[in-house]
């Protein structure tokens, strides 16, 4: 059983930085692949990064590749998404999701545990 908590949200403008932090609860959470998946009013939920339980693999959206970075620390039990130059259009509340797959997956449906997300608003 794993348990995710993200943070790190918040109200921004064009052009800015924030990053984002999931933090479990459990102690294998260092065996799980871990991603970060954003849904925006009205749209289904998109993948945006992965990476693997070693953190020696990561994944990226192309709409996100060069401006986000997923990275993790295993002793905290955290996940991170530095997220750089953000857009209006990366406004979306912002998940992560845990799973013991070696290889992360970018559909949601194969994921099995979630967090309750965390708002990303950027202003134009």
């Known amino acids: 059983q794993v348990q995710l908590v993200e943070s790190g949200g918040g109200l921004v403008q064009t052009g800015d930085s924030l990053r984002l932090s999931c933090a479990a609860s459990g102690r294998t959470f260092s065996s799980y692949a871990v991603g970060w998946f954003r849904q925006a009013p009205g749209k289904e939920r998109e993948f945006v990064a992965a990476?693997?339980?070693?953190?020696?693999?990561?994944y990226y959206a192309d709409s996100v590749k060069g401006r986000f970075a997923i990275s993790r620390d295993n002793a905290k039990n955290t996940v991170y998404l530095q997220m750089n130059s953000l857009k209006p259009e990366d406004t979306a509340v912002y998940y992560c999701?845990?799973?013991?797959?070696?290889?992360?997956?970018?559909?949601?449906?194969?994921?099995?545990?979630w967090g309750q997300g965390t708002q990303v608003t950027v202003s134009s």
């Open positions: 999701a845990a799973d013991l797959s070696p290889v992360p997956a970018t559909i949601v449906r194969l994921y099995k545990y």
């Open positions: 990476i693997t339980w070693s953190g020696g693999n990561t």
